[in-house]
Structure formats: C-alpha cells, structure tokens
C-alpha cells in the first residue's frame, strides 16, 4: 500500500471520529473481532480468514476508555511516521508513546510494550493495513538465495540486489518486501523452503538452487511477515512452493502457518498465505521408505503430541488424508525425525531427496 | 436488696458488711469502682439541677495519688446542700430526697453518695470533703459515718456568707484505677454528655482537659410524679412505700397510692394471695408479705397506665448531641412511641445510628433513663438484640470494623436491670420488640446511605477513569483527522461535555432513588438523620 494510501486511511479514521464528537456522542469506530470463534476457513480461498463479527470501540465505556485512547495515539503516532518517511519497530513505537498523561496523574499512555502491540494488530484490522504500510518495522528472519533481481528503494538511494551473488550468506529477508521493493527479475522454476538455517547452508553450499534453478529459502523456524510475504509475491509468479520441514508437530506446523495461515493471525488473511503450498517432507512415511533413517528417529515429546492432536482438530487439515495418516502415525509411534537425519548417510543425500520427491511428484497437499 | 443491707447492720460492723458486700454497690474491680464513683455524684449532680430547672455546669477532677489511689472531685452549679441535709445525704444510707418517688430518675436507691463516702473510709480512712453553697451560705465540712449506729460524722469547717448555688464533693479514693478503656472515667463522662445535651460536662484528667459543652437550648422537662402502676413496683419499693403511709389498711393503700387499683381489683389480688391478710395496717407489712404481694400483681389482669409519664430526651436533642460529640457523616435519629411491658410499664426506646465520625468503630451506646451503662454489656438485652441483628443486609460487614455507633436509650419509671448493678437491661420481650425496630428502622436508613455513597463513589470512579483520558484523547483524534490545535481545543471541551453528562451526575440519581425507597415506616420525625448526609 502506498503511503498515501495509509495517510487516507488513518486520517478517515480521525475525521469520522471528530464528526462523532461534533454530533454529540462517543467516538466509536468498528473493527472485526479478533477471537477464535471468528476465525473461518473457506474451502475455496484455502486460508484462514476473519469472520463477519465485528465488534465497537468506543470512548464513553469505563472498560474501553483508555485502549480506545491509546489506539488512536498509535494511530496518531503512525500517521507521523508516514508523513516523515521514517520508519521504527514496534518497540520504537511503544518508547515514543511512553509517556505520562499529566503531572497530577499517576498513569503514563502505555505502560507495558504487550499493551501497545494489541493495539497496533486492532489497527491493522479495523483500517485494513498492514504495520508495515504504518511504516513499523518487524524483526528480520529468514534468508533466500537464488536467480532473482530486487529493486531496493531505500533511505533516499535505489539499490538492485542480486540474490545469486550473496555467498555464503544469502540475502537476509527484510521486514517489508512490499514498500520500496520490486521484483527486477526471477529466473526459477520453483521455490523451495527448508525449516533450518543449517539445511539451508548446507544445499547453497552445494549451489543447490544453481543446479535445481530455485529459489532456495529458510525462514529460520517460524516464518516471519517479510519472508511470508515474499513467498506470496514469488508464488503470485506462479512458481511452485515446496516446504521441507522436520518430521514432528512443530514443523508441520510452520507448514500450516506458510500455507493457510494461523488462528491467532487469522487477520492477516491472503497476504501472508500460500496455499498452493506443497509439503516435500519429511514424513513418516519416509522412515519406512528410507532404511537408514529408521535408525535416527528421536522420541516425540509430550508438546509434539499434543499439537499433533490439535492439528487433527483442524477440519482444513485433517480433511487432507495423507495428512490425517501422518499425524495419527506420530501419534501412534511417539517419533519424530528432524530434516537434518538426511545427512546421516551423506552429505550430499539432501539434494537426491528433494530432487526425487519433486521429480516423483511425491509431496503431501 | 438494700433492705437485707440495713436488717444486718446490727449484726456486723458496717465497714466489714461493705468489703463484703460492695459489688452490690457497683464497686467491683478498680477501675469500675472509680467510674461509679464518678457515676453517684455526677448523677446527684445532675438530678439536683434538674430539680432546681438550671442547666447543669458539671466539671470533674481525677487525679492520681499513687499506687491504686484517685484524688475525684466533682463540681455542680445546683442548689447545693442545706447544712441540716449534709449529714443524711452523704452519711447514712437510703436517706435520698428523691426515695420515696415514683418518677423516671437515673438512681433510685439512694445509697449511692453515701456508698462513696463509705468507700473513701474503707479504703482510705479519710472522710469526703464537702463545699456547699446554699440559701447564701458557703459551708465547708468533712463528713464520714459512724459504722456502728449508721450516723453521719460532720466536721464542720467553716461556715460563712457565700454567693450563688453549688456543690463540691470529693475526696480520696483508694483500690481504683484511672484509665482511658471503655469503662473508664472518659468514657462514662462522654456517654453522659450524650444523654445530656442541656449540660456542659467537663473533664479534668490530671492535666488533661476535656469539654463538652452544652449542645441544645432547653431544659429537658421534668418527669411527672405519678403513682406508681402494680406492675412497676418491687417488694422493696412496695414496704418503704407503705411504712410511711397513712391508712388503716392495706386495701386502702393500694387503692389510694396506686393507679388502676379499684376495689375489684383488689378483690382479685386477695384471691390470688390469699395469705397475706389485706386488711392489716400498710406498715406492719412484712418482706415476705411484700414479695407475695409483688407476685400476686402479676397474677391479676390490670388496665395499662398512662404512658405520659415516660420522657425521652428527644429525637431533635439526640440528633444534637450526637452532631456535637461525635460529629458524624450520616445520622438517623429515631423515637419509638411509647410501650408497656410486663403488662403495666411503660417505657420509651430511642434509638440513633451515626455513621463514620469521632466514636470508636462499632460502638454500643447503652443508656436508660439518660444515665449510660458500661458494664455488664454481655448480659444485656441491647447489646443482644444489636448483635442479633443481620447487619450484613444493611451493607455493614462486620459491625466491630465499621466506624458506626449505635445509641439506644430505655426511658421508663422502672427500668429492668438485671441486676444490682444497674449496668444491663433484662430481656423483657417487649422491650427487645421495640430495640429491634428501633435499630432496625435506623439500619435501612444507613443502607440507603451506604448504598448511595457507594454508588456514588462508583459513579465518581468512571468519571475520573474517563475523564483523565480526555486531554490526549482529543489531541490526538483532531492531529489524526488533519485538524489544527485550535480545533482540539474544541474537542476537548465537547468531549468533556460528554462525560460530565455521562458520569457526572450521579448524586441526582442516587437521591432520587433513595427518596422512593425512603420512609416506609411512616414514624420518622422530619428532619431526622437528613442533616448528616450533606457531605
């Protein structure tokens, strides 16, 4: 979203409320409620969704009287943000609204940086933006490398980043590959996406992504908003995502984030999710295919059978069988096997695997 | 009981009858037997300047003399003692002017002064001190007793013109002690001062200095002398009654000296004590004569007596004293109308609550016939019914950490204490019926205010809770809508608006609702309880 775009937003939000105030009664404005029993997973779009329950915030209400106050001091604050062009995290932001309301009031605008993050989540929701269209910054994970141009319009000077002459290193994700920055060129036939930094290191040390011609992506365990907007952007170029993750709850779960989304951002919708995502592995299923890797499995702790369980809870992924057997095969074996086992044999096996999983189509939905 | 005093006087030396006997006096304990020393004169005092229609100017002086002995002097400006009066008054035992009376008075037995003379011998050897002036003489003597003829000793020591009217009385005092409890000197003196707003009371304690000045402008007025009804009368009160009487017989003395005795009725009580012999001469009655007598009268069924002869100290004078010596925050002040209990007495309850001012949390202001009770207070019936009471519904927790007092007041010709004492109120049905109502009509009152300052201390929470928001609040809604710092200025002041319509009006409501709840007992004087609910 363009800066003017946000400005519009925020001051409509300002000006509707001055108009509540002139006619008389409380400054009030909508937003759609954030909690569980408003998430909706539509079969057709493939993600998680907020529902059509709304809920009102208004100033004259004794329980809503100073978040109300607060969340237009964000608003307020942002709006700065986005006149000067500067840009700051959330922790930025919660230091600039430290303040006390008054030397006769024992009470500051924001006491704790838990109060001030709500607020910016409602924001998003009730005007439909992102933080980073409010110019908030989020910390930085996630790393890709590959044949791929980014046009970087950054603190007054225009960069073109090449993400095949990175190294060893790669280019680090940032927090917003939406404002300031565009595609130049991508020359891949598919995205991949390992769990772990150390997979990562280990195929681009193997110019994995020069051989395969991908793009070869880690978000460093659960990924962040840079790195799942990214993916949209490369998935809205239609080129196939692959997911490679540890073969346990947890990593099946940073899957389900990429592909539909979680419940707690929900909010977030369609930017932040792809589900054309596929999963490659690993599975349980490659234990009894992959003699070798029997002898590595670990035993599953009580949180990863806990989440397994609770993923069987979720109709968009239980209704996938595949799914339903590998979660109930976790269950039943108590096992768990990280990606990082298909080194075991040798080094290089990595690559074989991916190769042949992609080749054979074998990848779960 | 003062009757089995006197029967044994012959038999035992006085003084060693009274180290037996003397917790029938009110001396038990060190430091009760000062606060009823204190009691008898202050008492004396007050009923003399009754009798004489001037208000009472009482100062009192304690002062310790060293291990276990007070130094009391009290000072009244009445009439004063007549030099002929002083040996009898202080030195022999039932001689009170006010005995043979059947009025509402604080003490009746008489035994009181010249109970603290004896004690001062007892303990002390030293005889009381008196300063009299009356009839335009100031008379200065000394008077002790002789134990052994029940005599008075008067020592005259001076005797001169003098101005004015007064008494002063003290003398030295000893197994008491002086202390600011619940039952000291203080206390006693307080409570006094409450049940008598038309005197000013003061109190020296060693240096300290404590008034309490007059509160009302009017004397309260004089009970009426009326004759007593069969019901209120003891087997006591019944023989010194009839020693003096001039009848032949006891039909006539009954039908003569009391009211709602006729010759039926009298009739009815020779069936009912058969006996004792209603045809003998009144003096020649004997205590048992006089116990079967007092039995017999329960027996028969009696027309009630008028109750005009009972005087409350008044809701507006309550109201006044309780405004000036625990100066309250809310007050209720409640006069029931007048009762009979044991079928023939007549008595009068008052009640008071007063809410968050000087008194001590939970405290139980007991008074009959305006004279307070200290002691005894487990035994009775005001304490009990109070405590009884399910103070919880009236949005008091817990009684004892409430900074709440409560007054009762039992006004009647006959009080039933429970005991020699005169420190508790027996359980007469009728009698705790009207405490009961009495406080509890005084309760609700008390609720609605709670109810209503809570309510309103809600009301002023959300306000500030709102109101504290306001100013960053409409700073930053006009910078975010693109308007200028004079535009938030503006909306600061609509804004204020809106909450002040929103919060700031909530006395209105609480009044309003209070008012419809009000009142449902239909008794409550005008005026009543209103004055200390202003904040």
Redesign the interface.
Known sequence: MSDKAALEKLEKLGKSMLQQVKAGVSPTFETPLRSKGNVEYEEGLGYLRLGAKKEERTFLNVGQARTFMQTVAVANKTKKFVKEDLHTSIRGLYYQLKFSLGEDVDESLFEEQSESNVLIEDLEVALGVKREDLHLTTDRKGVVAGEMRVRDNFAGEETVIDCAKQGRSGWMIPSDVDNGMEFVDVEADYVLVVEKDALWQRLNEDRFWKKENCILVTPKGQASRGTRRLLRKLADKRLPVYVMTDCDAWGWYIYWTIKTGSMNLAYLGRDFSIPESRFLGVTMADIEKYAFLKKLTINAKPVDLKRAEEMLGYPWISKHKEWALELKKVLKMKKKLEQDALQGERLTFVGEYVREKIEKKQWLP | MAEGIFSKFKEYSVAEFFKKNRQMLGFSGKVRSLTTIVHEYVTNSLDACGEAGVFPEIEVWVDEEGEGKCRVKVRDNGPGIPKSHVGKALGVMLAGTKFNRYVQQRGQQGIGATGCTMYALVTTGKPIKVLSTHAGTRLECEVGIDFRNNKPLVNVLSEAPGEGSGLEIGGSFGEVKHEKSAYGVYEYLRRTAIANPHATIIFNSGPERFVFPKSVEGLPPKPAEVKPHPLGISAHDLIEKARGAPYQKVSAFLQEEFVRVSLNKVKELQEAVPEVDLGKKPAALTWEDAERLVAGFGKVKWIAPATDSVVPIGTGQVEKSLNSIIGPEFMYVTQRSPKIYRGGIPFVVEAALAYNGKGANGEILRFANRAPLLFDAGGCSITQTIKDVDWKRYGVKSLEEEPLSIFVHFASVHVPYTSAGKQSISDEEEVVDEIRNAVMEAARSLQRHLSGKRRDKELKG?RS??L??V???SK????????KAA?GEE?KG??LK??EE?YGHGKDEGQAEEGAGGREEGEAPPGDGEGGEEE
């Not at chain 2, 006009?478 to 308007?483: H, K, N, Q, V």
């Open positions: 959300k809770a709102v504290r928001y100013e960053q609040l930053d809604m006009s910078e975010l809508g693109g308007g535009d909306v609509r804004l809106m909450v929103r």
